[in-house]
Structure formats: C-alpha cells, structure tokens
C-alpha cells in the first residue's frame, strides 16, 4: 500500500514556500508583468532560501531532494499567484539533463549556480518547421576538431534574455544530442517575440549560425538519442503540470473568497448552487490533477521512467484542463470584475491556456496515452 500523504518533510517545504510567495503575490507578479520588469527579487529570495535548488544533488550545494520537492515548490509559488515560468525550465529540465547525464566536471561546473541562483540556463528544442514532430528537428551539430559547430533556428524559447546559456537539442548525426550554448555567442542572436501573455518572462526566436562550442559543451550521450531526451523531458511536465495545478488553486481560491463575499439576492452568490457546484467540481479536479502529478513525480523520482513517461503525459493533460476551467470560472464568479484588470483575474487567461500548448500540447499528451496506454495506432 502507498502512503497517499506526502511527507512532513514535504509539507513544511510547501509551508515555507508559501509564506515566502506570500509576501510577494499577484499584486508584485503582475506589476512585474505590466511594467517590463523580472521577478529577481522572488527569484534571488527563493534560490537564497534552497528552494530552486532543493532538487540539485546536496554535492553540488543542492538540497539533494527529487522533482517532486522541485515541483511542490513550482505549485506554491503558482499557488500563492507567482507562477514562475523559468521555474520549469531552468532548475527543472536543465538541472535534470545535466545532473544526469554530465560529466562530474559538468555537474560541478554547472549546478552550484542553479542551487544558488546565481545562473539560469533555458531549453530550446521548438523550431518553427519542426513543432511538435520533435523527429523533424533540423538544427545540426558536426564535429570541428574536437569540438562542434551548430547550426538552426529554434522558436518560442523562453528566458534567453534572462540566461546565461541555452541548453540546445541538435541533431549530431542522426540522433538528438544536447549542447549548452552560451547566449551571445558568436554567431548567436534571438529576436523577442511580441506574446499577448501578461507574464514577466520573455519568448524568443534563436538563429544559431555556425556557432562554435567546445567539445565539453556535449551534454550526454550524442548517440543516446530519444530516451536521453524523454529523460530530461519528464520533469518538464511534471513542473508544467504543477505550475498549472499551483495556479489553478490561486484562481479557485479567489472565486470561493468573492462567492462567500458577494451577495445580490440577500445571500451570498456562493449559496446559489450554480455557483458553488462549479467550484467543488473544481476542487475535486484539481485535486485528481495533483495526485497523478505527484504520482509522475514519485515514479520519476524512483527510477522507472516509462510508467513516469505515462504519468506526466496525464497530469500535463489534466493539469491544462483543469486550469483552464479553473481560471474561467473564477471570472464567472466575479462578473464583470472578473474581467476587471483590478480582481486580476483577467490577466491570467493566456497563462491558463499555455498550460495546453507547451511544453507538450493537448493533443500530443492524448496521442501518447492513445498509443501506449491504449494501444491504439498511431496516425502520424
Ligand atoms: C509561452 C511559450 C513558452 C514556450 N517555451 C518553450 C521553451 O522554453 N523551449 C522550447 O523548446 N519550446 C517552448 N515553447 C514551445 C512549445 O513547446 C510548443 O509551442 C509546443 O510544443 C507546440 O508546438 P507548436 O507550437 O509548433 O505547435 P504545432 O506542432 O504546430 O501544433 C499545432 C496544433 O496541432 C496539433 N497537432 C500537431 N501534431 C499533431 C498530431 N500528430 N496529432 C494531433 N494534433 C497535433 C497540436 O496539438 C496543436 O494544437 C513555448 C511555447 C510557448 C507558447
């Protein structure tokens, strides 16, 4: 029998970390948002705390915890209004990728920075005439002496402004490979793309022309291929999937306050059960999403990646949804404030949706339950 309940350790974890997100909060993450700025404050104060690094190997000055402690903190953050979109990205998939398969002189060269915040990578593998047929990738890497020459373009690669390198999926052969590439490199430029979300982080375009790295800048196997890199993409949507379960319980939260505050027929709206059974309903998907996440998250922790494979595809998936649901029908709740900047809810509409598109999208989360869960054949 499995222990449904996480451990102290765990619930402290969370505790802290929403105190600490607490005192920062929409209010501050919004703010950011609208007036071009980072979140550095939260992020210097959460990296201080070993938060972002709770989940880097104790020696190379981690917390030495699992993706599950990473994504407990991602889902408070998200929870307390701070959805922190390089929280997925950085400590999360590049700290994976490079825990795992770098050298020890990789590991001790590129984590401590991660587990104290002082370094940020970010992960690029869309490119605009690939999408999500990751097979079609065509940014190459080929061999210079003994280092490497990268060629591509990759699309929608969040935080590069914000990075100091760039953890780039190239195809060396025939096989994906992984290489960090520094930001501003030569022959490296990005070009922000103009996004109608309401978040403090940027997307960027990369062209990578004849960069140059050197031999070490290999991260893995390069003949390794697709398992090396479903490895590292896991905990990618694992931490999508919390972001989005984090913010889905920000947004039912703030739809139960105004429910239980707001009368117009003399009783609060909440007593209307068009009102209060949308939001149970709510409560009770979200916490169906959150225990398939930390499922995907214990498997992956305990080493049998197919099984997390098929977990965090499904937790992604449930996570999308229910925060989509979620979000909409906090502005249900509010009427027209709902869609005032000022109950920022509003704002949040796109955040909610991305959670469907990326890191995997809908349709490709239910295409890999539909052929390995299922069975069924594949139609691409
Ligand atoms: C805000 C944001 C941040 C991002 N950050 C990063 C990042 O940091 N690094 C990075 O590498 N990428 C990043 N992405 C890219 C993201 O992972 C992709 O957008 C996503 O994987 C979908 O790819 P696409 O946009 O090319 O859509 P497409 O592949 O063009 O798909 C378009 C639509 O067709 C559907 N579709 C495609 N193929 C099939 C199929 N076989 N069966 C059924 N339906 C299908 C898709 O589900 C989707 O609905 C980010 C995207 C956004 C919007």
Redesign the pocket.
Known sequence: MTDFVESAERRELRAAVARLAGRYGEAYFYAAARDGRKTTELWREAAALGYLGVAVPAEYGGGGGDIGDLAAVCEELATAGCPL?LM??SPAIVGTMIARFGTGEQRRRWLPGLADGTATY???????D????THRIATRARRDGDGWVLGGT??????VDEASHVLV?ARAGDRPALFMVPVGAPGFTHRRID?G?V?P?D?FTLFLDDVRLPADALIGDPEAGFDQLFAGLNPERIMAASSATGMARWALRKAVRYAGERAVWGVPIGAHQAISHPLAKLHVEIEAARLLTQKAAALHAAGDLKAAGEAANMAKYAAGEVVCAAVDQAIQTHGGNGLASEYGLVQALATAR?T?????????A??FVAQFSLGLPR??
């Open positions: 979109l997925v990205v970010v992960f690029g593998i869309t490119e605009p690939a999408g999500s047929n990759k699309t929608y690669i969040s935080g999926v996004m979300l978040a982080e997307q991305l469907r598109m990326a890191p995997v999208s809908r349709e490709m239910l295409n139609s691409y």
